[in-house]
């Protein structure tokens, strides 16, 4: 398995440009998701999805889209680009099933937005 | 809401000597918590977890960590630190209340603790 897999690994966009962030993962899990992680704040939760054709926000959702067309795939879409979405993102995906399980993450994407 | 507090952004130690890394939560409900640990230019890896049970959990690599209810506290520990334990930890929380009403699984972290382990 190659578990969960993000590209592209950096990327540096323009204000205003638009992109698209990869995340596929293998192991067939119902629940993926995407967080940022900045310097002091953790990881903020920005969309996340329960099953295909289901997606929601999280706690940090604007200027991002996302959709969830089958159980591998959980692309971000970044509209506009702003300076302020530099940041490291990560994609997440773990099993659904009653409880709260391990989330497994991809290796991260590095944003510059100039 | 929940939260999660890690006190101290940056913790240093030596070779050898004991790793405490500081988790303080807020839940209303029963908490489901986590410590992850992330590698320079990696990825996040799940150390440990707490969700009902044993009050203390052994994780991977030699680290432990105790749920403490009256002090709603999950502190992470390891006796003797090593200098591949050099990384940012990070601690989670959830709910069973909060999975079973959204089905979500999502989780709220800490800012992180970053630990240097020195020679």
């Known amino acids: 398995n190659a578990g969960v897999t993000q590209t592209p690994k950096f990327q540096v966009l323009k204000t205003g440009q638009s992109m698209t962030l990869q995340c596929a993962q293998d192991m067939n899990h119902e629940y993926m998701s995407w967080y940022r992680q900045d310097p002091g704040m953790g990881l903020r939760l920005i969309h996340y999805?329960?099953?295909?054709?289901?997606?929601d926000q999280g706690e940090v959702p604007n200027g991002y889209n996302v959709s969830r067309s089958t159980t591998e795939d959980f692309p971000l879409r970044l509209l506009s680009a702003a300076p302020s979405q530099t940041s490291v993102y990560f994609c997440?995906?773990?099993?659904?099933?009653?409880?709260?399980?391990?989330?497994?993450f991809g290796p991260g994407t590095r944003l510059t937005v100039l | 809401a929940q939260s999660v507090t890690q006190l101290g952004s940056h913790v240093s130690v030596s070779e050898g000597a004991l790793v405490l890394l500081r988790c303080n939560y807020s839940s209303s409900v029963p908490p489901y918590l986590f410590w992850y640990v992330q590698y320079p230019n990696q990825g996040l890896q799940l150390l440990l977890k707490y969700t009902t049970g044993a009050t203390l959990v052994k994780g991977i690599n030699g680290f432990e960590a105790e749920f403490k209810k009256s002090e709603t506290s999950f502190h992470l520990t390891k006796p003797s630190a090593h200098m591949s334990d050099a990384a940012e930890y990070f601690c989670?929380?959830?709910?069973?209340?909060?999975?079973?009403?959204?089905?979500?699984?999502?989780?709220?972290f800490g800012q992180g603790t970053t630990l240097q382990v020195k020679p």
């Open positions: 997440a995906s773990s099993l659904s099933g009653g409880v709260p399980n391990e989330q497994f």
């Open positions: 989670a929380v959830t709910s069973l209340q909060d999975f079973r009403s959204s089905n979500t699984g999502k989780l709220i």
């Open positions: 999805s329960v099953g295909a054709g289901i997606t």
